[in-house]
């Protein structure tokens, strides 16, 4: 299909349009938060959380190598506990922002400080947390909690993480029934020798997806064993993201080249995708938009932001400047679809944020609209140059902006109107 026929057919959502930052989600969720604390209240026994299936853990980045590290388990006894942890399906499912923050408000991070060094540590909080990492569905445990009155109701966000609920000092945990491990992760703890490189290609090629394996990772259950340490979630989240990306580039490195010039489109969450494959030797990089009033760019009043990071044909040895995760996550998620094709290509994302994402939920949206932005139709036009001239009155910049800020957009040409 023409690139502009492709433009032309897109469908708009009068709402999304209309909808901007409104001090009544806010409000939402503080609700929601009185009901979960209530909640808490109604299972709490004594100072003990009895009979809750903990789908994950978190391990948090202060104090290094001294952290926190917690069991995440619903506060609801009778809910399905595999609802709660991060996953493609949620993009599936079309949850909207306020309900990641329903799901996760409603676990209860019971958390303990511990040293990163695990080595094979398998018993006391750690070996119980580790277990539940290492589980392929959801554990039954039981938490004893150091003063469950203390109970901080405060949600944890970032912009990598998916947002975390209340907070609990636990006085122990035990596991009330023997986890199901998957085979292959058996095979990645059996192995001494095994660095966490290739254990984490190994389960990815063995089809588990990067949220199984973060929380792999993140329990020190992946690498050399004399090494193993836990690993904050925000990092292994970018690790795994990274790794994997690594792997699917040596994949596609001797593939030919796509030939024609593409671009595909994805919305959710207030956040918009463009995403341009051109004919060429791998080459990628990320522009971000951010508009005033959105999450990281708070101000309504201040001025759009742009951040940008890239790689060439040999990918990156250092962390990214500005994009962070999301780097990481819309790079795999374009490289996961030139593998499946068995091409390489000159790929940017273009990732516009808007003022309705009014709350962060994590960069497995960026993951997902990446993923998920390959599954429809696409536009093609003649050249690199004509794509990004066609999709550039959609964006919040002009074309001269984004040619100054871009360095794949910055050979372009420049025309009178670009800098309007």
């Known amino acids: ?81 595999a609802d709660f942890a991060t996953s493609g399906d949620w993009y599936k499912q079309g949850l909207s922002i306020d309900d990641v923050f329903q799901r996760r408000t409603g676990l209860l991070n019971s958390t303990r400080s511990a040293a990163v060094d695990v080595n094979d540590v398998w018993d006391g909080f750690v070996g119980v947390q580790r277990e539940v990492a290492i589980a392929g569905r959801p554990v039954d445990v039981e938490i004893g909690l150091d003063n469950a009155s203390a109970l901080d109701f405060q949600p944890s966000i970032d912009e990598i993480s998916t947002p975390t609920g209340p907070r609990a000092r636990a006085r122990s945990a035990d596991l009330a029934e023997n986890p199901y491990i998957p085979r292959p992760v058996q095979k990645t703890l059996e192995d001494d020798d095994w660095q966490a490189q290739g254990a984490m290609t190994y389960l990815y090629r063995r089809g588990f997806d990067v949220y199984d394996i973060n929380k792999i990772l993140s329990a020190g259950a992946l690498g050399q064993t004399a090494s193993r340490k836990l690993v904050p979630t925000r990092w292994s989240i970018t690790a795994v993201d990274d790794t994997l990306g690594q792997y699917l580039r040596g994949r596609i490195r001797n593939a030919p080249s796509i030939d024609t010039v593409q671009v595909w489109t994805n919305e959710y969450m207030g956040n918009q995708f463009w995403v341009i494959l051109a004919p060429g030797n791998w080459e990628y ?77 994590g960069v497995w949206q960026v993951r997902e609209s990446v993923r998920n932005a390959f599954d429809g139709d696409h536009g093609e036009a003649e050249t690199f140059h004509d794509a990004v001239r066609q999709v550039a009155p959609l964006l919040p910049v002009s074309l001269n902006d984004l040619r100054r800020k871009s360095s794949m957009v910055s050979g372009i040409q420049a025309n009178l109107t670009d800098f309007s």
């Open 1 to 81: 299909m023409r690139l502009d026929e492709f433009i032309d057919g897109l469908e708009r959502d009068p709402d999304a349009e209309r909808r901007r930052l409104a001090a009544e989600k806010s409000y939402e969720i503080l609700d929601y938060m009185d009901t979960a604390q209530q909640s808490f209240q109604n299972v709490l026994q004594g100072d003990s959380l009895f009979g809750s299936s903990a789908p994950s853990i978190f391990v948090g980045r202060s104090n290094y190598p001294r952290v926190s590290t917690g069991l995440l388990s619903p506060m609801d006894p009778d809910s399905n506990a």
């Open 285 to 361: 990089e990320l522009v971000e938009m951010k508009a005033p009033g959105s999450i990281w760019n708070p101000d309504p009043g201040g001025a759009l932001w742009m951040g940008a990071d890239s790689e060439g044909y040999e990918g990156r040895t250092a962390y990214v400047d500005e994009t962070s995760g999301a780097y990481y996550a819309s790079r795999l998620g374009a490289l996961e679809y030139l593998e499946s094709i068995g091409r390489q290509a000159k790929c940017i994302v273009l990732r516009h944020v808007s003022d309705d994402y009014w709350g962060p939920v």
